[in-house]
């Protein structure tokens, strides 16, 4: 049998697993905890030990890995970390192929993840497709043609930094209104707790909070983007209003993409998209009053949660491999 | 010899040329201006005349068409022309298939302008770029992985419709602050018209205004976008504001696109790219400001200047027949 390992490196959790190739069944799968102190070598020292648990002293045929953050796909160099230290540069496909002697092919978890939902999820049949992902930041990855689309110097995919309100608040990326600053968990989260923390002012132009409160025991150290999600559904008004602000930002974010593209399908993954009914009715919305009338436009959530990565990196590993039953992609 | 014939109906003129296959060079070229009260028939009667005097008496082997209007290239039918009427739902490919029995290929202008900057004009040699027109409208075509990409249902490259400012002034679309409101020829004309025909209220907000009354001999009606940039090269401080604001709308769309897409180039073609350096440099400008700062940008003027379309349309004709020595192009 030819076995295939993938790999996910999430920022926060490490992630792998073995299956037989052509299989769509995980023969050993596991998932650990990067603690908050990590850096690229413990990172490194953790992925490895999971590693000889997956694989049990048998030897893969091929390695597909998923990195959170820039990666260069051409020679599978990670760029760096927004999460952990000590990335910067770090050669994981040599690294790798000089450790297991066989085929290793890297790429941006976005990009895989489109891959993963093309080949094994939401995507699957579809010719083009956009799969976003909306979580501490939103990023996307395309397949045009039944191919990855990365860009010609591999940054295609940023919609969480295009521009949809140049009057918005700023974002780190130096620019205002991004989809990115307004759709984002951390940004979310971040822009109930300044509005806590600035009660007086705030009680001026927004009601709500209460529920937020609460949720976090008082502590707004604690408020995150899945807080705030969960304070509006139970119907706290200042985090709606952040929230379905968020929405909002998305769907002509979306929007725009539908006209510029046209893609066939668009995937929505990530923590964010957890948020409830309404938090899709608002992006669906949104996107479809953005979009041109004549422009169609499907958003669907992702069929693979939080391992379409793994799944991506499945289909990675397989295109170093010369005869298989299902479509090949390019080596990036 | 193959002979290829490539036909333009572009609204306001019609254009045709005829070479043998693989020369860079016409044997033939015409173009004439289409009537003010033209309709689908009119026009069809007078390329039917220019056809035959192109091709004096030779036949064809393949024939190319570039239509200024929204087409289905799948079926070759032109679904409508916002400058013509009479042109809904026309079966342009099968009328001229039944007139000449040879392969006939037809596609929207932007997206056979793209084709012909990346055959043979500023994208020669490069596997993706994004080629814009910005004339009485602003829209785009795309070449990506080498092919043309025209979106699941053939409506990418609507550059034009993305928002870049919602609070913006409306556009016929129906959304506010669209590229094409703020930077098309037609909308900036209309704008510079409606501020100088509200001259009481202008005063307090905006000076300048005398070089575009003078362009015109007083005739506000005759203002367009080719007057604004005129003016605006002048110094008329109204048509600056207004011809800089679209270009800066631009810049914003065109710097979102670069995050999205991450196009090796962009190429823009069309009346409004020639209003001077300054355009350029605010589109420039705009552009870089708006991309990430590890997105490369690239944006050249077009190569072919107005006779893209008809270039774009030689190349979609080649791509009829079967054995070629440059890139074929999948029929639409």
Same sequence: chains 1, 2.
């Avoid at 699957?124 to 909306?134: M, P």
């Avoid at 132009?205 to 139970?234: F, M, P, S």
Wanted: hydrophobic share 40%; charged share 20%.
């Amino acid at each position: 049998m030819t076995l295939i390992l993938a790999l996910d490196f999430g920022g926060t959790k490490l992630a792998g697993g073995v299956l037989n190739l052509g299989s769509q069944r995980w023969l050993r799968y596991e998932r650990r905890f990067s603690p908050t102190n990590a850096n690229a070598s413990s990172d490194l020292e953790m992925m490895r030990s999971l590693i000889h648990s997956l694989l049990q002293e048998r030897l893969p045929s091929a390695i597909g890995v998923s990195f959170g953050g820039p990666v260069d796909a051409t020679t599978g160099t990670v760029r760096l970390s927004h999460h952990v230290s000590g990335w910067e540069n770090i050669r994981l496909k040599d690294l790798l192929e000089a450790e297991f002697g066989v085929f290793v092919s890297v790429d941006n978890d976005a990009n895989v993840a489109a891959l993963g939902e093309h080949r094994f999820g939401a995507g699957q049949g579809y010719d083009s497709l956009f799969y976003i992902t909306v979580s501490t930041g939103v990023g996307g990855g395309w397949i045009v043609n039944n191919q990855p689309w990365r860009g010609a110097g591999g940054m295609a995919g940023e919609i969480g930094h295009i521009i949809v309100d140049p009057s918005g608040p700023m974002c780190l990326c130096g620019k205002r209104g991004c989809v990115e600053r307004l759709a984002s968990g951390v940004y979310m989260a971040r822009d109930v707790r300044e509005m806590l923390e600035n009660e007086p002012q705030r009680r001026k132009e927004h009601r709500g909070g209460e529920k937020v409160r609460e949720l976090v025991g008082g502590n707004l150290d604690l408020v995150t983007g899945k807080v705030v999600g969960e304070a509006a559904v139970l119907g706290d008004e200042l985090a709606e209003q952040i929230l379905y602000r968020g929405a909002g930002a998305l769907g002509v974010g979306i929007g725009n993409v539908a006209n510029l593209m046209n893609p066939q399908r668009f995937v929505l993954g990530g923590s964010v998209t957890k948020a409830g009914e309404r938090w899709w009715e608002v992006v669906q919305k949104t996107a479809r009053e953005t979009a041109l009338p004549e422009v169609d436009l499907e958003i669907v959530p992702a069929a693979l949660g939080d391992d379409a990565p793994l799944w991506g990196a499945v289909a990675l590993a397989t295109q170093g491999l010369p005869t298989l039953g299902f479509p090949i992609y390019p080596t990036p």
